[in-house]
Every structure is written in C-alpha cells, then in structure tokens.
Nanobody, 128 residues
Framework: QVRLVESGGGLVQPGGSLRLSCAASGVTLDDYAIGWFRQVPGKEREGVSSISSNDGSTYYSDSVKGRFTISRDNAKNTAYLQMNSLKPEDTAIYSC?????????????????????WGQGTQVTVSS
C-alpha cells in the first residue's frame, strides 16, 4: 500500500520559517516527480513547487519563488519543502503528490487533482 505522509506544519508568525516533509512508503520515489500543493477551503488548489526525478530540476509558482525551496532525499524516500519569509497568505493545507510525469506537468495537472499518489496534507497557519 502506497502512503505519503506530510509533517512539519503548524502555526508560525509572519516572517518565520517551516520545513515540511513528505515521507513515502510502499513506493520508491526515485522514479517519480514530486510536487507540493496547497489549498484553502473553498478555493482552488495551487501548485507550489515540483522537483524532477532525474536531474533534480525544480519549479516554483511565482507566489513562492525566492522564499520556498523544494528538495528530495531518495535514500530516505522523503521530499521536503523549506518555507522561509512566510506570509499570512501562505496559510493553507499543504499536500505532496508524486507522479511518473515530468515535474512541470505534475505542477500543472496536480492543480486539478491529477497525480499518481497524494498525501493527506498538513496545515500551515501564518499569523501573529
């Protein structure tokens, strides 16, 4: 059984940092592009970032570029999202997803819920 489990969410003040983790079991992440997505209840899902399976190329939405960093550790079968300079508008449920497609396609199609596997999500709240 494939599971993706996110962790690292929580409450942080504006300007603070969090690091999210996405731990996989039942699947080897080496062959998958990995993406992070976020959603506020009642709003559309937004693709935040993705990383390719082969050369580690990374992609970011304009809203997080320069503040967030995606990475992967295939040995640990885990992906990460380092979030710095957090803003109240970053508040959302963050989920990871993996797919055999390329990273840009995952980032685009994932906004419509299309990916091989999804995690349950972790809440990130940015508030003073």
């Amino acid at each position: 059984q494939v599971r993706l489990v996110e962790s690292g969410g929580g409450l942080v003040q504006p300007g603070g940092s969090l690091r999210l983790s996405c731990a996989a079991s039942g699947v080897t992440l080496d062959d998958y592009a990995i993406g992070w997505f976020r959603q506020v209840p009642g709003k559309e899902r937004e693709g935040v970032s993705s990383i390719s399976s082969n050369d580690g190329s990374t992609y970011y939405s304009d809203s997080v570029k320069g503040r967030f960093t995606i990475s992967r550790d295939n040995a640990k079968n885990t992906a990460y999202l380092q979030m710095n300079s957090l803003k109240p508008e970053d508040t959302a449920i963050y989920s990871c997803a993996v797919d055999h497609t390329d990273a840009p396609t995952l980032l685009r199609r994932g906004e419509y819920g299309v990916a091989d596997y999804w995690g349950q999500g972790t809440q990130v709240t940015v508030s003073s």
